[in-house]
């Protein structure tokens, strides 16, 4: 398991828990807007945690710490994944996934072995913008559609997420998003941050907090729930 960071105590990073976060090296996407571009880009060039160390962390925070977040890069490229997880769970911690939905096969093995509490599915943009904010102009949509559809059958908890980066995502886009995961329990959008992205070009201001809300309540009328988050 290629493990590149580490927050070691969160109370944000996962809905009602005291949470340690893990970030995996790597990822299939390429998108531009993205704020870990060394996880993404030169994975290789970050050292490796060592497991021993991560391992004895968790066994000694039994009890104070609730779950643990696997993010990334993109965890379900991770061949150990799994095996991973299953460790994770033998110590009775919750395990939140963050993922970009890209691998439903992996994302499918985890819901039926039971080894998930919680996933964060990353919604880039709405189908025709796809190619354009994760920088793979051979996309395959319907991996998106199965781990969306996944998702919303499994009953477990989950969100869906969009970072709403100016330019490139507007009112219109944020509700045909809403519109392509109508059901959802939970939508949320993103603050962009203009620090460290992939495309170091990419310098323009965040929305205003008021003008994401006013795309939350567009979106409301196809899910649940809509939050803004970082504002």
Sequence with gaps: MQLKGWVRTSLIDYPDHIATVLFTGGCNFRCPPCHNADLVLRPNDLPDLPLDEVWGFLARRVGMV????????????QPELLTFVGDVRELGLDVKLDTNGYRPDVLEALLEAGMLDYVALDVKAPPDKYPLLTGRPDLDLGRLERSIGLLQASGLKHEFRTTVVPEWLDEGDIESIARWISGAELYVLQQFRPLHTLDPTL????????RLWAMARRAQRWVGEVQVRGG
Excluded: A, C, Q, W
């Excluded at 609730?66 to 490229?77: A, L, R, Y």
């Excluded at 310098?203 to 008021?210: L, Q």
């Design 203 to 210: 310098k323009m201001d965040p929305y205003p907090v008021d």
């Design 66 to 77: 609730d779950g643990i977040v696997i993010s990334g890069g993109e965890p379900t490229i």
